[in-house]
């Protein structure tokens, strides 16, 4: 079965910092992966997602994210955090389980920016 | 542009009056999902539909029900919301969901939810 895990519920950053958001996965077969943006009040946007090919996959509003296969991880970084960042973070996971490819999310890690 | 809609933004209901919530599309995506997320928590699935078929998910209370009288339209109807159904609903689509590059979900802004 397919899963997600997100390490760290909060985190903080500086404006201007490097943000690293931690997601790690467990699939029993090659996953597509995604990261999703939430802001307050307001649905889910994809921010990116990895499919197949090149592992290192960018994103909107200057995101990225690599996935690593041997570390069954698929973290999302940004060099320079901005105000506008500050919301909460969504990794999901989809496989392909029981012919379903409905993805399975992480429980989130909320960013706080720092002026 | 091509969008998913919610309405209302904010519901406000009395513990047991049935309410519904409504979401439209127009990407004309097959599949249509609610979720439930409560406070900084993941979304959680309650159902969708493939087209007319309805695919409830095992842990949904029989309290949650859905409607999809047509393609562009889905319907959340909870029957007698208790204090606990007080949430976001988020609705969702996509074009399939057996087929890898067919699965990216499309959101809505979400109805939240507030039961007195």
């Known amino acids: 079965a397919q899963s997600v895990t997100q390490l760290g519920s909060h985190v903080s950053v500086s404006e201007g910092a490097l943000v690293l958001l931690r997601c790690n996965y467990s699939?029993?077969?090659?996953?597509?992966l995604f990261w999703y943006v939430q802001y307050p009040n307001q649905g889910l946007q994809l921010l990116l997602k990895?499919?197949?090919?090149?592992?290192l996959v960018k994103g909107i509003n200057g995101f990225e994210a690599e996935f690593k296969k041997s570390e069954t991880s698929f973290h999302l970084t940004k060099p320079s955090a901005h105000m506008s960042d500050a919301a909460e973070y969504f990794c999901a996971v989809s496989d392909g389980t029981g012919g379903s490819y409905i993805p399975t999310f992480g429980r989130g890690t909320s960013l706080i920016v720092h002026p | 542009d091509a969008m998913v809609i919610q309405n209302p933004r904010y519901q406000v209901t009395q513990f047991g009056k049935p309410v519904t919530l409504s979401c439209s599309q127009t990407l004309n995506h097959n599949v249509m999902y609610w979720y439930q997320q409560k406070s900084s928590q993941a979304p959680k699935l309650l159902f969708h539909y493939y087209d007319k078929d309805f695919n409830n998910e095992a842990d949904t209370p029989d309290n949650f029900q859905s409607r999809r009288p047509n393609t562009s339209f889905c319907f959340l109807d909870i029957r007698s919301p208790g204090l606990g159904d007080a949430a976001m609903y988020l609705c969702?689509?996509?074009?399939?969901?057996?087929?890898?590059?067919?699965?990216?979900?499309?959101f809505g802004p979400g109805t939240r939810l507030t039961v007195l």
């Open positions: 699939s029993s077969v090659p996953p597509y």
């Open positions: 990895y499919t197949t090919g090149a592992t």
């Open positions: 969702a689509t996509s074009r399939d969901t057996g087929t890898p590059s067919y699965n990216e979900q499309f």
